[in-house]
């Protein structure tokens, strides 16, 4: 008999959900009944409300059992599931789950089904691909591919990816540098880490295949320092690639040379912007550059860098592998492709739903997310971030879309919903924008540094209904000034979760007795 072959996740939320103890119990399970079995420490699906899932191979498929606790697995292994039997934990078929069936993994579409550190299992799921085509077209024309593609950074400012790398490529240098933004400080968001925990060739690819579009030689990951996991997983990764002549002075025999390293952040949100990054990868402290010059004329050590966010870079080998017009032709308007949409919160079925631009945020938070988890109604989502403005159900209806979202102030960002039930008070949450703008100022610029604490001042004295008119008057004040004199994002999109707040729910800053949701 075929040795079965069984999955166990091996990244940072089936680990914490106790994936570990059970690798362990099954292993000794299965020595204790003499099964030899070939026990994949995959990654997740992004399905987190199922982890650990665990998952056979049979013969119609991969069957999934989840939530999995250790002491699930002598039952499992009594009732037969090494053959997909059924059991009150077993979801059937893992490609028909509708979750899993609904999207459209491109960026994603070998996460959780490879073991991530095989390069076999990349391979063998069109890994590579992009890059030997981007070697056979040439700089310029991947490129091109990129700009055809209509891909638009994914870290939060949705900039055309193409037009940075062109920028960069035109800029005469003798060094140029690929860093890859993995700082991921938004919350709610996940979808770099599962990258790099599940699929880390994948970003190791893209980042190669900028290097060789654009003549840099280096390349940097700047992850968070919350992902311990995901930066081991990438240096093991990064090393098998340089072993296998995927990096290194001699590219895929291209004669090309691109190698790159990883690095640690040391949880600042504002090194997430990217001039505060290019900063703290050079050994300083993360103060964010006033810009003109930009990153991709003057970036790290002086030098023109292309500065992409994580998901951006690992769009990148399916945009090759594909074509730019195949990417193009999922999404609407000038969101092009397809976004990883990171369910979080207060929500039934958290997780990863990679889709085209388009879908109603309603769709996403009540269909495919299933609403909160408490059972309560949603009163509220924060998306895009932090800094992303809080949506009422009333506006449920506005597209996944970057033109969509500003056109209602809220952010697309790096494709993070968070989900607030009708227990929420935004008066609070409007101060807590304002707390956090004031903790993670770099403090470079005043309406930031001071502004915010003014504002934390100010929400206080609302809260508890000193001058009410007047200091709401002072607080629509400081939250413009916030926003046009502010140097970066953070203290100028700080106003967008307060104004919306006050917007939306003028109720919680004592204007009126509280509606009922429903009315809403
Ligand atoms: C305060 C602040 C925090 C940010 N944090 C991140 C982050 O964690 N990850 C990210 O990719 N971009 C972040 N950005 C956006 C970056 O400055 C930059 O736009 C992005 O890395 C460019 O890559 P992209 O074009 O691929 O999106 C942040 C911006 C600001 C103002
Ligand atoms: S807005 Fe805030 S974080 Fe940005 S430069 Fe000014 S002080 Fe620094």
Redesign the pocket.
């Known amino acids: 008999m075929k040795s079965p072959r069984i999955f166990v996740p091996n990244d940072a939320t089936a680990v914490a959900c106790g994936a570990d103890r059970i690798a362990r119990k099954l292993e000794a399970g299965l020595l204790a009944r003499g099964i030899t079995a070939d026990i994949t420490r995959n990654g997740s699906r992004g399905l987190f409300w199922l982890e650990p899932l665990v998952e056979v191979e049979t013969e119609r498929g991969r069957v999934g059992y989840g939530p999995v606790t250790p002491s699930d697995i002598e039952e499992l292994l009594h009732g037969g599931f090494l053959h997909g039997a059924d059991h009150p934990l077993c979801v059937g078929l893992v490609e028909e789950i509708p979750y899993l069936k609904r999207q459209t993994r491109l960026t994603f579409a070998r996460i959780g089904i490879i073991d991530p550190l095989s390069l076999t299992d990349y391979k063998a799921h069109g890994g590579y691909r992009g890059l030997e085509r981007a070697i056979a077209l040439g700089p310029s024309a991947t490129v091109e591919e990129v700009v055809d593609s209509g891909l638009?950074?994914?870290?939060?400012?949705?900039?055309p990816?193409g037009i940075?790398w062109r920028t960069v490529a035109a800029a005469p240098a003798d060094q140029r540098y690929i860093v890859c933004?993995?700082?991921?400080?938004?919350s709610g968001t996940f979808a770099?880490r599962l990258i790099m925990e599940a699929d880390p060739f994948c970003l190791i690819e893209g980042m190669t295949i900028a290097g060789l579009a654009v003549g840099a030689t280096r390349g940097y990951v700047y992850c968070?320092s919350e992902y311990p996991l995901a930066f081991v997983v990438m240096e093991k990764a990064i090393e098998k690639a340089r072993e296998a002549g995927l990096l290194g002075a001699n590219v895929l025999g291209s004669g090309l040379s691109f190698d790159m390293e990883m690095r640690m952040g040391a949880g600042a949100?504002?090194c997430?912007?990217?001039?505060s990054?290019l900063e703290s990868l050079e050994g300083k402290r993360g103060l964010v550059r006033a810009k003109p010059p930009l990153p991709a004329h003057v970036g790290l050590f002086g030098k023109p860098t292309v500065?992409?966010?994580?998901?951006?870079?690992a769009t990148v080998p399916v945009i090759l592998d594909k074509g730019g017009k195949y990417y193009r032709d999922f999404g609407m308007g000038r969101s092009r492709g397809t976004m990883p949409i990171q369910l979080a919160g207060n929500i039934k079925y958290g997780g990863l739903f990679e889709t085209a631009f388009g879908i109603p945020l309603g769709e996403l938070v009540n269909d495919i997310g299933g609403g909160t988890a408490s059972g309560r109604p949603v009163r509220a989502v924060q998306a895009g971030?932090p800094?992303g403005a809080y949506l009422p159900v009333h506006q449920f209806d506005t597209p996944f879309d970057y033109e969509a979202f500003a056109a209602k102030d809220a952010l697309i960002g790096?494709g993070g919903i968070v989900v607030f039930d009708d227990t929420v008070d935004m008066a609070h949450m409007a101060k807590f924008a304002m707390e956090f703008c004031s903790h993670?100022s770099c403090g470079k610029c005043t309406p930031c540094r001071i502004g915010s604490t003014r504002g934390v001042e100010t929400l206080e004295k609302v809260i508890a209904g000193e001058r009410r008119e007047a200091n709401l008057e002072i607080l629509t004040d400081l939250c413009h000034t916030m926003k046009l004199g502010s140097l970066?994002?953070?203290g100028g999109?700080t106003p967008y979760p307060v104004m919306s707040a006050l917007t939306h729910f003028p109720e919680d800053f004592g204007a009126a007795p509280k509606l009922p949701v429903a009315a809403e």
């Open positions: 638009r950074g994914r870290g939060g400012a949705g900039f990816t940075k933004n993995a700082d991921e400080g938004d770099d968070r949100y504002v997430g912007e990217e001039t990054l500065i992409n966010n994580l998901v951006s870079l971030g800094l790096h993670e970066c994002a953070l999109f």
